[in-house]
Each structure stands twice: as C-alpha cells, then as structure tokens.
C-alpha cells in the first residue's frame, strides 16, 4: 500500500493561489478548515481530488448552509476531525478514536501532539493578514501511522 497524501487548506478567503493548487496536486484527498467565503473555492478544489470541507465564520449563505461546522474523515485507518475554530470542537477527540485534528481561523500554521492528538493547523492560503505567512499543509499516512507538514508558499498579496 502507497502512503496516501491529504492536503490541507484553511482561510482561503475567496483566493485559490496557484502555488497552493501546484502544491495540493496529486494530493488523494483534500481538506478545507473553513472560512471559504465563495463557493467558486471549492469548486477549484474539487477538481483536484476529493474534497471534505467544514464551514469557518465567514462562510455565510446557501451554499454554505449546507456545510458542516465539524466533521470527521477517516483515510487507511486514521480518522481526522476537521473544524475551522479550535476553541469550537464538540468532541473528545481520543474518547472519538481521532488521532488528528484540523483547524484553521487563527491563520498560524502550527503542528503539535498533545496526549497521542495530532494538532495541525495548514494557516491562511487566502489574502496575506498581517505578516502572517501564507501557507498549507499536508498529512501522509502509511501503514497505521500519520505525519504532518507544513508549506509556506511565495506569496505576495
């Protein structure tokens, strides 16, 4: 069995930068942590692998009604929880069986394992706020086990 790669993206902001869609290509499975904000975003995703979306703040509208505010994804034996704001998971992510979480909102990418979990937050792919990097991530798994990376791409807006 090949490792299976899962992009992650985050506060896109209405902006697909190409640099993000260069790095996410290839990718089996793609996960956006919200803050969308128009559905054009996931319609550029979608074609590059299949695509599991939670709903941040600022996505707001029919087409975003129908998205969950949290969900989960398992991929070859490891489920994934993905919700836009940290602060707003509803579940015990090891009583739940979860070994990652994907977050997004604050716009720093960030890696950590607390008590087995996984934390991995891809940062901002949309407009550049602040001097914040611009940035996305990845999760590789393989055979049971999970590791995370972050990208920070070239971006200058």
Known sequence: MNARRVGLISDTHGLVRPEAVDFLRGCDHLVHAGDICTADVLLE???LAPLTVVRGNNDRGAWADALPEQTLLDVEGIRVCIVHDLAQLRIEPAA???RVVVSGHSHQPSISERDGILYVNPGSAG???????VSVGELRIDAGSVAARLCTLGASR
Do not use: D, S
Not at 127 to 133: A, G, N, T, V
């Open 127 to 133: 407009p550049r706020r602040f001097k914040l990097p």
């Open 96 to 98: 739940a069986g979860v």
């Open 45 to 47: 995703l979608a074609k």
